[in-house]
């Protein structure tokens, strides 16, 4: 059972160049997210997705891009990378709008902007 | 501005001690409240939650206390062990599908 996963998982790039972060989910949840973690900042949330074709801005999207074309996969877009986008960011899944609402998180991409 | 508050940022407790780690937060819409548990190299997973109608939640060794009216949370750790050192977050959510996490507590339980 693959879960969630994340590619690449290290990446290192020069300032302005585009970069795309991979998210493949295998449960068919409705619900995906974008978050980075920072030190002292712990998970802020970049954008998140309910369905196939339906994005929204989270805490921290500028700067960012994503598309859901497909219910399983949620890729996250730097146009122009900046060094303040130097992070870990972890995509997760939900079902959705149900009692629990648990997170599950990928196992994160480093993302090391020169 | 951080809609989570969570203390300390870093803890250091011997094994068996009862490590407590403390969240605050404002917005009342809030409805239900995980702690996340994350090792090096990992993604956060789920540890243990509880809803604002609850005032104590208990799995195995974790317990989340929640008081409504002071709007906090803490989560204790009973009987510590080396292998729950790890990097803790707290959690809020609202509108079912917007979370929103603590800054993270490191714990290290040493032996």
């Known amino acids: 059972d693959a879960g969630i996963t994340q590619s690449p998982r290290y990446k290192i790039t020069e300032t302005g160049r585009q970069v795309t972060l991979m998210c493949h989910q295998t449960?068919?949840?409705?619900?995906m997210f974008w978050y980075r973690q920072d030190l002292g900042h712990g998970l802020r949330l970049i954008y998140y997705?309910?369905?196939?074709?339906?994005?929204d801005k989270g805490e921290v999207p500028d700067g960012y891009v994503v598309s859901r074309s497909k219910t399983e996969n949620f890729p996250l877009t730097l146009e122009s990378a900046t060094r303040s986008q130097t992070s870990v960011y972890f995509c997760?899944?939900?079902?959705?709008?149900?009692?629990?609402?648990?997170?599950?998180f990928g196992e994160g991409s480093r993302l090391t902007v020169l | 501005q951080q809609q989570v508050k969570q203390s300390p940022q870093s803890l250091i407790v011997q094994k068996g001690g009862i490590p407590i780690i403390n969240c605050a937060y404002e917005n009342t819409a809030f409805d239900y409240f995980p702690w996340y548990q994350q090792f090096p190299g990992k993604g956060p997973a789920l540890l243990i939650a509880?809803?604002?109608?609850?005032s104590e939640k208990k799995e195995g060794r974790f317990t989340i206390s929640f008081n409504k009216s002071a709007k906090q949370f803490s989560l204790h750790i009973m009987d510590s062990q080396p292998g729950d050192s790890a990097t803790y977050f707290c959690a809020a959510r609202r509108n079912f599908n917007k979370f929103y996490f603590g800054s993270g507590t490191k714990l290290n339980v040493k032996p």
């Open positions: 509880i809803r604002p109608d609850v």
């Open positions: 997760a899944s939900s079902e959705g709008q149900g009692v629990s609402g648990e997170l599950f």
């Open positions: 449960w068919s949840h409705s619900y």
């Open positions: 997705s309910a369905a196939a074709d339906i994005t």
